[in-house]
């Protein structure tokens, strides 16, 4: 059963479509984020939500925007795609608990969503 | 600008030997470190981690050694098998950051690590 899921596992799209990748975690967990893995195979942190309440948000262009409808989903909405935008994204979850700082907790992490823009 | 690094971008090991990855950091706030070890078409797993308070931190036939001082760590693995063949990410966290950094993993951009029988 997996763990954290996210759909679609690869996504063909054309430049100027808005499309949106879904990720659920069947962990408990409370905190979930968005990543990018672009060309250089960097992993960089998108968005992050606590309890549904948006904790981190990176320089993104406002084209790309989450939602989170409960603790267990954290969808991904991207509007009017570019070029650029292909790459590997990546959500994962993690629990925040009383006296262990939210920085410290593991991430688990999807098997990803590859995105390629034409 | 890149505050974490993993330089080299591949290492191969023979089955049995020692294998070790390294990384480095920029970023003096940092106060903990992770591995995470990463399969083809699959997501980055955990598999290590180390506080700024220590200095190495081991886990069966993986140790993680920080040298805060020099900002390097390295993952030793040993003895290395098949089955560790993978790509190995180095991350960074700063627990004591307030704001946006809260929770927030930066990641280096990797090492794929070949393990030959």
Known sequence: ?118 | DQQVKQNSPSLSVQEGRISILNCDYTNSMFDYFLWYKKYPAEGPTFLISISSIKDKNEDGRFTVFLNKSAKHLSLHIVPSQPGDSAVYFCAASAFNAGGTSYGKLTFGQGTILTVHP
């Open chain 1, 1 to 118: 059963d997996t763990a954290v899921s996210q759909t679609p596992k690869y996504l063909v799209t054309q430049m100027g479509n808005d499309k949106s990748i879904k990720c659920e975690q069947n962990l408990g967990h409370d905190t979930m984020y968005w990543y990018k893995q672009d060309s250089k195979k960097f992993l960089k942190i998108m968005f992050s939500y606590n309890n549904k309440e948006l904790i981190i948000n990176e320089t993104v262009p406002n084209r790309f925007s989450p939602k989170s409808p409960d603790k267990a989903h954290l969808n991904l909405h991207i509007n009017s795609l570019e070029l650029g935008d292909s790459a590997v994204y990546f959500c994962a979850s993690s629990q925040a608990s009383s006296g262990r700082p939210l920085a410290k907790n593991i991430q688990y992490f999807g098997a990803g969503t590859r995105l390629s823009v034409l």
